[in-house]
């Protein structure tokens, strides 16, 4: 049974930093596509960005030049560098897996991002 654990999230002043990391177990992590999504309160959740096995990234407009997103699939692990924060990415962030074949997403139970002005 796959599992993904959130981790990172913070209260955080506007301007400043975060690192997001999702461990994985129980998948075959280095052929999944991973991705990072965000529910504000009050909001549906968005995507945030995507990673592909391959290491190939998307990103939402609002956080292009400031989020990173990356893989260590030695460590089964996903991350998301978050740099110049804006109020606006208050949020619940979730991570998503899914493997080609496995035929459905796994989530995380999320980890509480909150920039404060």
């Known amino acids: 049974q796959v599992q993904l654990v959130e981790s990172g999230g913070g209260l955080v002043q506007a301007g400043g930093s975060l690192r997001l990391s999702c461990a994985a177990s129980?998948?075959?992590?280095?052929?999944?596509?991973m991705g990072w999504y965000r529910q504000a309160p009050g909001k549906q959740r968005e995507l945030v960005a995507t990673i592909t096995p391959q290491s190939s990234t998307y990103y939402i407009n609002s956080v292009k030049g400031r989020f990173t997103i990356s893989r260590d699939n030695s460590k089964n692990t996903m991350y998301l560098q978050m740099n110049s924060l804006k109020i606006e990415d208050t949020g619940v962030y979730y991570c998503?897996?899914?493997?080609?074949?496995?035929?459905?997403?796994?989530w995380g139970q999320g980890t509480q991002v909150t920039v404060s002005s």
């Open positions: 998503q897996q899914n493997t080609p074949g496995v035929g459905r997403d796994y």
């Open positions: 129980g998948g075959i992590f280095s052929r999944s596509f």
